[in-house]
């Protein structure tokens, strides 16, 4: 199997979002490649209107290949109103944001590529690039790996030591993560990491990381390469470069104070990353993305 695909999952809230990345990528990326969107089936018909004319861009249902565990059982919400001491929390399903993971885990079971650019709906290119800006090129293997000289967040080292749990390692360090945007994901790695975490666990892979207190999909990823596959000569320090607003602060920095011309900030960014948990509306921010970077125009 050959070939380079998008894959993001989304859903009706990140439309909006899913909509600028879209423009994002038929206006800068330098190739042709299809663009996979994998949604809840209730927003099938949403986003499928976005294909229309758009041939690139193929949406699926997300229902096909995860686990019926992750979404609430119809009668859950009456069983804990009148029985709250039971423990109904397993037949209470998982965040959207969780079920994400697992549908970008199962990447290859979904679309047909050899190689992933795993895009967030709330990632905008924000200038012109080809596969090799990601280190994807014919025969050449890469994992984006980031290597910062502050202390990892609380967050990143609790995920980090889940993905080594989950994969029964010993603790490896915390002084680096692989979190990245956009990310890049191999079709025959997933294969291998599933199947490492059934044969580790004695379980079906969906039912492992639904008993996981906390994943995160990219440090399961690359912990695997690096412990158990032994990726060395393809591992990249430093991935592609992203401007990322994680905060209200960083985004009133960014769109209040530099409102007047957003160009500056983004010189040799690959993309910008506006956090969709912040609950900002795209309204806020729209029409500045699409006037600095032209996506009108796409």
Known sequence: MRGVAFFTPSFRGDFERFRLLRKSIRKFYQGNAP????????DQDMFRELADGDTNLIVDVQNRYVSKDFYPRWWHPAAV???SRWPWD??????????????KLSADLIAPAHTYI??????????PFHDRDLHIAPDTRCLFREDPDWELKESHKELMAS??????????????????????????????LRKHIERVHGQPWQRVLFDAP?????????????????????????????????????????????????????????????????????????????????????
């Not at 663009?35 to 209730?42: N, S």
């Not at 397993?90 to 549908?103: E, L």
Request: aromatic content about 14%.
């Open 90 to 103: 397993r037949y209470a399903g998982r965040p959207g944001w969780y079920i994400q993971q697992i549908v």
């Open 214 to 298: 906390i994943i995160s999909e990219y440090c399961l990823y690359g912990v695997f390469l690096e412990e158990i596959v032994g990726l060395r000569q393809g591992v990249v320090r430093a991935g592609p470069n992203y401007y990322g607003i994680w905060d209200r602060t960083s985004f009133d920095a960014f769109f209040v104070q530099k409102t007047k011309d957003l160009k500056p900030c983004l010189t040799g960014m690959l993309a910008l990353v506006i956090q969709s948990n912040l609950r900002t509306l795209v309204d806020l921010y729209e029409g500045h993305v699409v006037d600095c970077l032209d996506l009108d125009s796409s």
């Open 35 to 42: 663009h996979w969107a994998v949604v809840p089936k209730a």
């Open 163 to 192: 993905a080594s749990e989950i994969l029964q390692l010993p603790a490896v360090g915390v002084r680096h993560h692989y979190f990245n945007w956009p990310v890049v994901f191999f079709s025959d790695w997933l294969a291998e």
């Open 118 to 127: 795993v895009c967030d709906s709330d990632t905008i290119f924000a200038r």
């Open 81 to 83: 109103r009148f029985l």
